[in-house]
């Protein structure tokens, strides 16, 4: 059997998205073992999951560190005594420092919850409401030096609808969120992902489905 990839999943908050991974793997369909969750908030409920589930857990919180570069020094330190092959950042709200990226290249990815380049950054939710989109979603990207602007892994579609607010949109797109990132995941697992410059190709593809939607939907 081939080997399992290893993950360390960093976290700032709920771990929704650690514990849709987790159950992917429970469930067998995700072939990867999360050898560490490290959080930078020692109140996060994804600790909680983890600790559940037997996974070893670290809480580095960032108060405690001189500077970014103290903090991810340390992080890279953990991550690496772990023997990681994918920094999966689920809900991490902390910007990396280059040497972070230095280190791992090619091995960070995160999920966001808009459709890029659409709305980078925080409470992009409520941005989406606020400029009238009638779609968002969510996008697995790799991390480069910028804020949410490395190249596209995967993303989903969710409709906005008259009465969203921030948190009913969130909800949505959470959803897909839990779909999207073990998939993601698994392409990794699987070898399947081919990157050139910001063009993501996934190779294999089995029973691919490419149709339209529309919001609001068009009428017969
Ligand atoms: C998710 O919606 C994730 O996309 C978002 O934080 C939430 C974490 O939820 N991440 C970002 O906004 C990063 N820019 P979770 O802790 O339940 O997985």
């Given at each position: 059997m081939a080997e399992l990839l290893k993950l360390g999943v960093l976290i700032s908050g709920s771990g929704s998205n650690l514990q849709s991974i987790i159950d992917h793997i429970e469930k067998g369909t995700l072939p990867a073992q999360i050898k560490i969750v490290v959080s930078n908030?020692?109140?996060?409920?994804g600790l909680t999951r983890a600790k559940k589930h037997g996974i070893p857990c670290a809480v580095l919180k960032?108060?405690?560190?001189?500077?970014r570069e103290d903090f991810d020094c340390e992080l890279i330190r953990i991550l690496q005594n772990a023997g990681v092959d994918l920094i999966v950042l689920a809900g991490f709200m902390r910007i990396l420092t280059r040497d972070f990226l230095h280190i791992f290249e090619q091995k960070i990815i995160n999920i966001h919850p808009a459709l890029l380049p659409a709305f980078p950054g925080t409470h992009v939710q409520q941005k989406a409401i606020d400029y009238g989109v009638k779609f968002s979603g969510c996008t697995v990207h790799f991390v480069d030096e910028?804020?949410?602007?490395g190249p596209i892994i995967i993303q989903a579609v969710v409709p906005v609808l008259p009465d969203d607010n921030a948190e009913t949109l969130a909800n949505r797109i959470l959803k897909e969120e839990h779909k999207i990132y073990p998939q993601a995941i698994r392409y990794f697992a699987e070898g399947r992902i081919i990157k050139n410059g910001r063009h993501v190709e996934i190779k294999n593809f089995r029973n691919p489905d490419h149709a339209a939607i529309h919001n609001p939907p068009l009428e017969r």
């Open positions: 908030n020692p109140e996060a409920y960032h108060q405690n560190f001189l500077n910028g804020v949410d602007t």
